[in-house]
């Protein structure tokens, strides 16, 4: 019997009993662990269940029966024999294991997932880092990794250095494709800010400029707003929407709506079923069972609504919920498994199909998008007063009108758009999306943009509003915690998680982005009413070396 498995009581016992004292016969050891292994399963299978029951009749949990406290009591009792036969005698007799190992805390935590722990590789121990690559010569593991004995994807855990497996990683690249990287930069980036969360593979980073436009004066407060693009007159443009929009006394917004969504399909043998189960779950007796279910995933989310839709035998199941400060991508879909998982036991016969079945519907244009939102749904409006259109703009309130409904509205019905009833949004989006870390592919439903004009104050001024269904943003998480993005965040005022109410930072960074594109949108249809459009485009678009051309 191994001796580090032995009961350490016992053996006290043995060592000061006579010689001839008898000990009462007992069971193998493997018996006596299988039997407390079995007890401890099955007991927390009992319990479990048991609590299930309780939620979905909205019973107290702390209302317990004798069956369950005496399921209780097996609970602790085998956990304490497993503890102190797994745990508390390794601790007194290390030295008996079959192989000693020396571990860090950050080892022991090396199978937690790289987006939780991103530097988790980079504080293994030498041995675990391949000692023979962290001192060989760039040259030798540059050469393993284009003869395909070392994967490339492996350098970050293998040399234990991210900046170096970058270099390796590029030259290798080089190699291979027999192309030239010159111009794409790898020094200066923190490589180690990326490991497991933002970039695999990375072999440098693209330089974008980052502009600002403002201030802009929205709810009462002033904002210079970064916006990181590539496009020439896009934040000048910006910039003067935003005085317009100033001197005029500033805009307001109103956040209308605020849930993240995801939408599993999941498949039956039958319609018939399938559409027990969308009964089942737009019945708000069960919604309560089901959010506490839901939001099990985290202390931020908080489902909202569920929905569904069917075809045929498979049923699309749309989730809404809160998520924080986070975009929420990532803590939806984990609620979502949840109540998957809870609901196989009264619909055993479900099929999941996948956890995303495009009606959430995530980096699409999609008319449920455009309808229910997605995101925060904010509208923002100005009332631009008549002296500010001729002086600052260039044009007058009736060409403005005109230009709207002929371009923003008509134009875009007769092109067939989708949620694009607006001059430019997306670039505004995407340009302030880039510079504060937000996912760049969401541009394609956070995009989703009507533009109205309408003449007031007997027809002097103009009220411009923009309503924008599903703007997905966040303040953590993802490409928000890089250096140059939390700066760009920190800019407005909204870095992190807000401590006085979750979800504060990324509602108030949603009604900035529509206010910028509220700027933007008043400055390009001003210019195309008053015919500056290509004018403009060619002085701040065209590439000139001449800096006092651009500034006259």
Known sequence: MDPVRSNPVTKTHNHHSPPNHKQPPSLPLYVTNAVFFALFFSVAYFLLHRWRDKIRTSTPLHFLTPSEIAAIL????????????????????????????????????????????????????????????????????????VSGSIPSYSLESRLGDCKRAATI???????VTSRSLEGLPVEGFDYESILGQCCEMPIGFVQIPVGVAGPLLLDGKEYTVPMATTEGCLVASTNRGCKAIYVSGGASSVVVRDSMTRAPVVRFGSAKRAAQLKFYLEDPENFDSLSVVFNKSSRFARLQSIKSAIAGKNLYIRFSCGTGDAMGMNMVSKGVQNVLDFLQSDFPDMDVIGISGNYCSDKKAAAVNWIEGRGKSVVCEAVIKEEVVKKVLKTSVEALVELNMLKNLTGSAIAGALGGFNAHASNIVSAIYLATGQDPAQNVESSHCITMMEAVNDGKDIHISVTMPSVEVGTVGGGTQLASQSACLNLLGVKGASKDSPGANSRQLATIVAGSVLAGELSLMSAIAAGQLVKSHMKYNRSSRDISQIVS
């Open 74 to 145: 097996s609970l602790l009792a085998s956990f304490f024999y497993l503890m102190s036969f797994f745990g508390i005698s390794l601790i007194f007799h290390p030295s008996t294991t079959a192989t000693p190992r020396t571990t860090s805390d950050d080892e022991d935590n090396a199978d937690i997932s790289a987006c939780t722990k991103p530097h988790t590789l980079l504080n293994k121990p030498l041995q675990e880092q391949k000692p023979e690559l962290v001192n060989s010569d760039d040259d030798e593991v540059v050469n393993s990794v």
């Open 169 to 175: 990683r590029r030259t290798a690249v080089e190699r």
